[in-house]
């Protein structure tokens, strides 16, 4: 069976100190991977997706930015944490279609709470 | 521009009774519907999936409906206990890019005992 692996589960960092978080993927090849965050009350923004190695796709302009370096690994990264950072980082995948697929499996991981000071 | 409401907001019940979350939708082209369950801190798990072919889908005591027409969803809850207290969050496949899923801000659910 597939399982998706996040961590750290929370995290306390000082700003401009940097960041590295890590998602991995078991069971499963070419999976299309995702980082999101969710703000205190608020829905998830998708911060990052990535269709297979070396290949990033940003949603939103930041301060942090994403990598693949193996399949099933997707890393989220800062050169220096802003206090706007902290928020709960979720790292997903799916697996690989081509096309217009009408049903995806979709799984999230538990989750990182970054809280920087 | 593609967008998921929820409602409410929150909602308290007690322990027992049955509950109903609206969910309504924008998206076009619409590729499917999610239903997820969110506990605090924790990462959102997968309740149903419902393609546009789909009028009902039940998992255990959660039913999600889906009105592709009017585009609207709901979720059901049915003889609600304490660990249904969680946010439920509407999630819709679509749009310009089938990779991306679009996420209403959920809904907060309490019950109370």
């Known amino acids: 069976s597939q399982t998706i692996h996040q961590w750290p589960a929370t995290l306390v960092q000082p700003v401009g100190s940097p960041l590295s978080l890590e998602c991995t993927v078991e069971?499963?090849?070419?999976?299309?991977l995702y980082w999101y965050r969710q703000a205190a009350g608020r829905g998830l923004q998708l911060l990052f997706y990535?269709?297979?190695?070396?290949?990033i796709s940003s949603e939103v302009p930041q301060n942090l930015s994403a990598s693949r370096p193996q399949d099933r690994q997707f890393i989220l990264s800062s050169k220096k944490l802003l206090l706007s950072d902290s928020g709960f980082y979720l790292c997903?995948?799916?697996?690989?279609?081509?096309?217009?697929?009408?049903?995806?499996?979709?799984?999230f991981g538990s989750g990182t709470r970054l809280t920087v000071v | 521009k593609n967008q998921v409401e929820q409602s409410p907001q929150s909602l308290i019940i007690l322990e027992g009774k049955n509950c109903t979350l609206q969910?309504?939708?924008?998206?076009?082209?619409?590729?499917?519907l999610r239903w997820y369950k969110q506990d605090t801190g924790r990462g959102p798990v997968s309740l149903t999936i419902?393609?546009?072919?789909?009028n009902t889908k039940s998992n255990g005591r959660y039913t999600a409906t889906l009105d592709a027409d009017t585009k609207q969803s709901s979720l059901h809850i049915t003889a609600s206990q304490l660990s249904d207290s969680a946010s439920y969050i509407c999630?819709?496949?679509?749009?310009?890019?089938?990779?991306?899923?679009?996420f209403g801000s959920g809904t907060r659910l309490l019950v109370r005992p």
């Open positions: 997903a995948w799916s697996a690989r279609s081509t096309g217009r697929a009408t049903n995806y499996g979709y799984t």
């Open positions: 069971g499963t090849s070419n999976p299309n």
């Open positions: 990535s269709v297979g190695i070396g290949q």
């Open positions: 969910c309504n939708y924008t998206v076009s082209p619409f590729s499917n």
């Open positions: 419902m393609t546009f072919s789909e």
């Open positions: 999630v819709v496949s679509g749009g310009d890019s089938s990779y991306k899923l679009i």
